[in-house]
T-cell receptor
Framework: GAGVSQSPRYKVAKRGQDVALRCDPISGHVSLFWYQQALGQGPEFLTYFQNEAQLDKSGLPSDRFFAERPEGSVSTLKIQRTQQEDSAVYLCASSLGPSGRPGELFFGEGSRLTVL | DQQVKQNSPSLSVQEGRISILNCDYT??????FLWYKKYPAEGPTFLISISSIKDKNEDGRFTVFLNKSAKHLSLHIVPSQPGDSAVYFCAPLVQGGSEKLVFGKGTKLTVNP
């Protein structure tokens, strides 16, 4: 499809396991974002890429969280040694960047992570 | 410390009437304000935005009002339709940076037929 694609849609992990969440942005979008949405909360910023460069990772909650976008397209969010507090929906979004409307992000459906 | 507050977790209105959703913010550096709409099991989608140099922006049934001195914005939907039932997020940003949106907790709107 033409939208942002995320996989897996649902992931159940045992505490201590590593997980990897994938995001396939809209073709041609230079900016890519990861957000974390806990139950009953709004999305919270994790990290931002412009092409392959990670320009802002100020929202990553700990060094267990790592994101990459090596070729400026697909991105992976990796969480090591998962904890119960990591349970949330992880949203990926892409945008045209400076040439688009400010703040107009196109979100995927999210990956729901449950840590037991 | 919440920079963006949506103090009404939920709102219920009758079809055809006006829906008014409110948002307050504390960061005076915010200079562009967006509203996003989210249906269950879907990602948020952009609805309408306003620059800090304006006080009103209208798009069809949706109007956003900005009161900078009060650090307050509101979204008006008129007439409300059952398909408008969703969670609405206020999300401002500081332009010139990373387009990092700061989301409120959202208001769940229910429009009753």
């Amino acid at each position: 499809g033409a939208g942002v694609s995320q996989s897996p849609r649902y992931k159940v992990a045992k505490r201590g396991q590593d997980v990897a969440l994938r995001c396939d942005p809209i073709s041609g979008h230079v900016s890519l974002f990861w957000y974390q949405q806990a139950l009953g909360q709004g999305p919270e910023f994790l990290t931002y890429f412009q092409n392959e460069a990670q320009l802002d990772k100020s929202g990553l909650p700990s060094d267990r969280f790592f994101a990459e976008r090596p070729e400026g397209s697909v991105s992976t969010l990796k969480i090591q040694r998962t904890q119960q507090e990591d349970s949330a929906v992880y949203l990926c979004a892409s945008s045209l960047g400076p040439s688009g409307r400010p703040g107009e992000l196109f979100f995927g459906e999210g990956s729901r992570l449950t840590v037991l | 410390d919440q920079q963006v507050k949506q103090n009404s977790p939920s709102l219920s209105v009758q079809e055809g009437r006006i829906s008014i959703l409110n948002c307050d913010y504390t960061n005076s550096m915010f200079d562009y304000f967006l509203w996003y709409k989210k249906y269950p099991a879907e990602g948020p989608t952009f609805l309408i935005s306003i620059s800090s140099i304006k006080d009103k922006n209208e798009d069809g049934r949706f109007t956003v009002f900005l009161n900078k001195s009060a650090k307050h914005l509101s979204l008006h939907i008129v007439p409300s339709q059952p398909g408008d039932s969703a969670v609405y997020f206020c999300a401002p940003l500081v332009q010139g940076g990373s387009e990092k949106l700061v989301f409120g907790k959202g208001t769940k709107l229910t429009v009753n037929p």
